[in-house]
């Protein structure tokens, strides 16, 4: 197990008694694994080259044997078939070990709680409580252990407990040779939350015929459908002067700015939006009068209404164009397209995974993803990949949470996806 020294609330011994693949995701938090959007490097950041070493180090520890990290930070290790299960098709399970950029992902400073319902006071000192009017899904989680933060990092759950479900998946398969299964595949990529996890992922390599990653929210979460995406990156040149003389002279880039986000419609922001609905959300802003960039996300489910939606982006600025004197520009880059459109060629990969819910009595919850996975790039690349549970919550942000009792069934739903491994021998209907 990867190496630290913190251990929250509990105590050295009282975290020696958590199960195993908790202890294993507490530890992974205490490394900063964070991605850098603005980054041209591969991986983004130089963390996750260590990171990755450790992860080799950490399979290596459960008994795998056949463990490579590339160059570009990409951990992949292989299971053998049992004897006599070589034809059966091979079974991917893939994490992403990068947090979110979002908020900061220093070594986190964890409780795990006996959470008797009601708002939760992560931090007395900077006053900083996670409320239910906020946050209400939490609230049903009354009676169960969860895993919170102090209220000044990320968690890490998206997708620390990706990874230790797939290690502790791996562990559970060399400790019990008796079971048999075929060739199991595993993989933890970088830089998935800034959209470049798969850019150097070697297909072939992994060696997998149909994957699942481990990155979703909630227990009994299962997604086969994904946002399309894509970025804007937009550029506002300005001209300045000194205010005092600056009458038919300057341009203020600013201005411009503001003019190009109040061109879109109110309503269709994230903060607004459910289900199907897409949006256009403008991350990130720097500059000043001389100029302005912004970044700004583009989502929507339906190929179409995707389209209609980049198109949109280019007539505001042709329309702003007109107005400020061709000052702006915009570079609009696809991230990835819509999981949907490839799986539903793939209909017996989602059906395996239905079962796998379906025996192990977890709640199915079918339900189309606000955002996006590696899985959704990997399904366009050829490997079809739907994700699945991990138990976390309220992601991206400092409110981030990990239901215990997901992330223990959750690791259940890994091992009885290799089980059921030894039973496909044909991904066609």
Request: hydrophobic residues 35%; contains cysteine; glycine residues 8%.
């Amino acid at each position: 197990m990867l190496k630290h020294n913190y251990y929250g609330n509990l105590g050295e011994e009282g975290f020696s008694k958590l199960p195993l693949v908790l202890q294993r995701f507490l530890s992974y938090t205490q490394y900063n694994t964070t991605s850098d959007p603005k980054s041209t490097t591969a991986p983004s950041t130089p963390f996750q080259v260590e990171y990755a070493k450790m992860l080799k180090e950490e399979l290596e520890s459960v008994g795998l044997t056949d463990v490579v990290v590339t160059d570009k930070a990409v951990v992949m290790a292989t299971l053998p078939a049992t004897p006599g299960y070589e034809e059966c098709p091979a079974m991917g399970f893939i994490a992403h070990m990068d947090t979110s950029p979002e908020a900061s992902g220093d070594p986190v400073r964890w409780q795990v709680l006996d959470y008797q319902g009601g708002d939760i006071v992560l931090n007395p000192e900077k006053n900083i409580v996670l409320t239910l009017d906020r946050f209400p899904n939490v609230g049903k989680y009354a009676g169960e252990k969860l895993v919170v933060t102090d209220g000044t990092t990320l968690l890490g759950a998206d997708d620390k407990a990706g990874i230790a479900i797939i290690v502790e998946t791996a562990r559970y398969f060399i400790e019990h040779p008796e079971v048999p299964h075929a060739k199991l595949c595993f993989a933890i990529t970088p830089d998935e939350e800034v959209g470049r996890g798969t850019e150097n992922f070697d297909i072939p390599a992994f060696g997998a015929d149909y994957a699942y990653t481990f990155d979703g929210d909630e227990l009994g979460g299962f997604e086969t459908e994904t946002f399309n995406a894509a970025m804007v990156n937009v550029h506002f040149e300005g001209l300045n002067t000194h205010p005092g003389s600056a009458k038919n002279k300057m341009i203020n880039a600013i201005r411009m700015a503001m003019d190009f986000i109040d061109r879109f419609p109110a309503e269709s922001v994230p903060e607004k939006t459910e289900d199907h609905e897409g949006f256009f959300h403008p991350i990130g802003i720097n500059g000043a009068v001389r100029g302005v960039d912004i970044r700004m996300l583009i989502r929507d489910h339906d190929n179409a209404k995707f389209e209609d939606r980049m198109q949109y982006v280019r007539k505001v600025v042709e329309e702003m164009n007109r107005v400020w004197g061709n000052r702006v520009t915009a570079d609009i880059r696809v991230q990835y397209h819509n999981l949907k459109n490839y799986l539903d060629n793939h209909p017996v990969v989602c059906d395996i995974a239905r079962e796998a819910y379906r025996r192990l009595g977890i709640e199915l919850h079918e339900k189309p993803v606000r955002g996006g996975t590696d899985g959704a790039r990997l399904s366009a690349m050829g490997l079809p990949t739907p994700n699945l549970c991990t138990g976390g919550m309220n992601y991206h942000g400092i409110f981030e949470c990990l239901s215990v009792t997901g992330i223990e069934r959750s690791l259940e739903l890994g091992i009885e996806l290799g089980k059921m491994s030894a039973e496909v021998k044909s991904l066609s209907k």
